[in-house]
């Protein structure tokens, strides 16, 4: 290994990160994918279906679907959002010496790459990928709203629980990236408004009229016939999500709460081993030059943390919520980042011992879960 690597602690610490992401996916691998390939079966076979785009675009091209290809497409959505992602860090702060310690804390998070390791196949990773892209596209243009407004349609159409997840990020990046830019006209406000009022609108379809119409048996043994294995019925063994009502979702999660609260503290203390770029966050927004652009900051952190606070109420994914929420303020840092500044913000520090304990600690834990920590 390269001398600087052991020199650098930083540099040694991605290097470890690297080896985790591969445990990570071995062990992923061999676990059976039951919510992620059902999601890949599910087209638009009875009528307009919530949870089935991905499956519908999956039937254009096979008629059989193989387990292997949850895998597939999880490890190819996994490598391109990667791959964006050491981009957006590259254009935004370079890899310079000193930008190190943030990238670690990033890349290296358990709650970022790691976890969509383990949570390979699930949906959640689209969003933070179309937003990464709408943070590396230029926003000077109409286009980039009707842009925003058609990665937010399409990940509604992939899951409705994106109207909470992802949608107010992206919305969020619309409006620090193109509105505090270029300002408001009436006719981006226009536009951006009708965006808006599109996407509840299509949620409120996948929510309520998205529901299969057929028997559920009936809706299975359509499933079965598009199984390349159609023996491997246990992982058919989610279908009644399609038949779920939001009434019977709310009344799991809070039957499950009080067991679930027990992960809070966990989940404080994994928040809390990313101080220092909490620090560097607020500094970030401390440095804004206007303070009309520091209060609509704030007031996306909100909204975008409200929408997280919803879903905790309604479905006891925890672990899975908190690890996105977390994404989202990384994602939010980089729009802020491009906002005018009245000065430059301090790095965090690559010498701080405390620091550097906290980068070996996010470095060694493997990911955060998709229910409970770990």
Not at 171 to 193: C, F, K, M, P
Not at 248 to 262: A, G, I, S
Not at 316 to 332: A, H, K, P, Q
Request: hydrophobic residues 55%; proline residues 5%; positive net charge.
């Amino acid at each position: 290994m390269d001398l600087r690597v052991w020199e650098n602690p930083w540099r040694l610490m991605l290097a470890v990160n690297a080896a985790v992401l591969i445990g990570v996916f071995w062990h992923k691998i061999t676990l059976p994918p039951y919510v992620p390939y059902i999601h890949l079966l599910v087209d638009y076979h009875f009528g307009f279906t919530k949870r089935a785009l991905i499956g519908a675009v999956i039937s254009l091209f096979a008629a059989k679907v193989p387990v292997w290809l949850v895998f597939a497409l999880g490890g190819a959505a996994w490598l391109i959002t990667a791959g964006l992602f050491v981009q957006l860090f590259r254009r935004t702060f370079g890899f310079d010496e000193k930008h190190l310690p943030l990238f670690v804390f990033m890349a290296g998070s358990p709650f970022f790459l790691k976890n969509f390791m383990h949570t390979l196949g699930h949906f959640d990773i689209y969003g933070c990928l179309f937003a990464i892209c709408l943070l590396l596209f230029p926003a000077r243009s109409l286009a980039y709203v009707l842009l925003a407004a058609a990665f937010s349609a399409t990940l509604v159409l992939i899951h409705h629980i994106h109207l909470l997840m992802y949608v107010p990020t992206i919305a969020a990046i619309v409006v620090l990236r193109h509105y505090l830019v270029q300002g408001v006209s009436r006719q981006n406000a226009t536009v951006g408004l009708a965006s808006l009022a599109a996407i509840g609108l299509l949620f409120i379809a996948a929510q309520f009229y998205g529901t299969m119409a057929v028997p559920e048996a009936e809706f299975v043994s359509y499933l079965q016939s598009r199984m390349a294995n159609p023996s491997q019925t246990k992982l058919l063994s989610f279908s009644y999500i399609w038949y779920q009502p939001l009434s019977k979702e709310v009344f799991d999660t809070w039957q499950r709460l009080p067991h679930n609260l027990l992960g809070i503290p966990v989940f404080a203390l994994l928040i809390w081993l990313h101080t220092p770029l909490w620090r560097y966050f607020l500094n970030l927004i401390a440095t804004l030059s206007m303070e009309a652009h520091r209060r609509i900051v704030a007031a996306a952190i909100v909204v975008v943390s409200l929408g997280y606070l919803v879903m905790f109420a309604m479905i006891f994914d925890y672990s899975r919520w908190i690890s996105n929420w977390t994404v989202c303020m990384f994602l939010i840092l980089y729009a802020v980042k491009a906002l005018p500044a009245s000065k430059d913000t301090p790095p965090i520090s690559a010498d701080d011992r405390k620091t550097v304990v906290f980068g070996w600690i996010v470095t060694l834990i493997p990911r955060v879960g998709i229910v409970r920590p770990f």
